[in-house]
């Protein structure tokens, strides 16, 4: 690698961010790329504010030092519960110039522009959804007047995690959610995967709700909205360096990793292990 080698680091809790990471990969395929799974300390979505802070600060700093100079937090959880504390108290101190992006903002920014009846489904973990945040980037950032109801999925990360996608178990669990969510507001046009596991339920999911519902996943969002700051952001732009290049750590067994995200991409792939 040459002195200049600055990936985007894509850091997740476990192997869902890597439905951002193949959409950043395919919308922004100049960039170099550093993937981190934190898939020891998986799942985030059921541990607290601190805990989720701590682990989210440790593998920042850790791509940090593995030369990121702009990160996105592709977990949802991470997202909810640590990006604004590491944004505006650990940032400043750390390195200013560097930048940390989460995934909830650019999911709100893109429902705003298509939802037309302005009423929202949330769909996401335990930690998402009681946080609040996107019923509060919805209200108090954006401060549109968009009616929000949420959903926690509980049994959808460990569906993904353990392949399970598409059997009568993990069936049962994803119409539950959805008969859920459709019973808090039948009159919803717009579904938010607020989390990065579930575009891989995509198919469950669309044969439990109406077709008019529009659903939005992450991946795709993100890469649209990343391509924008950058273009906003020309001084960072300059910074991430551009040989198409991809390394993946994790903080679990690599032979497991490497065979799983293999998986979960469609491609080979070698990763490496390190400590957080
Ligand atoms: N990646 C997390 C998210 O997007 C879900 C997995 C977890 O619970 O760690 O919320």
């Known amino acids: 690698m040459d002195k200049q080698y600055s990936p985007i680091g894509v850091f997740d809790s476990g192997y869902g961010g890597l439905t951002v990471l193949k959409e950043l990969k395919k919308q922004l395929p100049k960039y170099d790329y550093i993937y981190l799974g934190d898939n020891a300390r998986n799942p985030y ?53 560097k930048r940390v992006l989460g995934v909830i903002r650019p999911s709100v920014e893109k429902v705003v522009e298509i939802s037309q009846s ?3 489904g949330v769909l996401g973990t335990v930690g998402t959804v009681n946080s609040e945040s996107y019923v509060m980037e919805f209200k108090h950032t954006l401060k549109t007047t968009i009616s929000v109801v949420q959903e ?35 009159e919803l046009d717009t579904l938010i995967l607020g989390c990065t ?20 996943s992450q991946g795709a969002v993100v890469g649209e ?9 020309p001084e960072m732009e300059m910074r991430c360096s551009k040989n198409q290049t991809t390394q993946y750590y994790t903080t679990e067994s690599v032979i497991t990793f490497e065979e799983r995200a293999g998986f979960f991409l469609g491609e080979k792939l070698r990763a490496s292990h390190v400590v957080l």
Not at 76 to 91: C, E, F, H, M, P
Not at 153 to 181: H, Q, R, S
Not at 197 to 216: G, R, T
Not at 225 to 233: E, G, M, S, T
């Open 45 to 97: 979505g059921t541990r607290s504010f601190e805990t989720v802070y701590q682990y989210t600060l440790e593998a920042i700093k850790k791509l940090f030092e593995l030369g990121c100079n702009l990160i996105i937090v592709a977990c949802n959880t991470a997202s909810a519960k640590a990006l604004r504390n590491i944004q505006q108290l650990d940032l400043p101190t750390i390195d200013p110039t």
């Open 118 to 120: 302005g009423r929202v």
């Open 152 to 186: 926690a999925c509980p049994m959808w990360v460990p569906i993904v995690e353990n392949n399970e996608i598409g059997t009568d178990g993990a069936n049962y669990f994803v119409e539950k959610n959805l008969k859920g969510i459709l019973q808090k507001d039948p």
């Open 197 to 216: 596991h579930y575009p891989f339920l995509l198919e469950s999911i669309k044969k439990y709700i109406p077709d008019h519902i529009q659903i939005v």
């Open 225 to 233: 909205k990343l391509i924008d700051y950058l273009q906003r952001h």
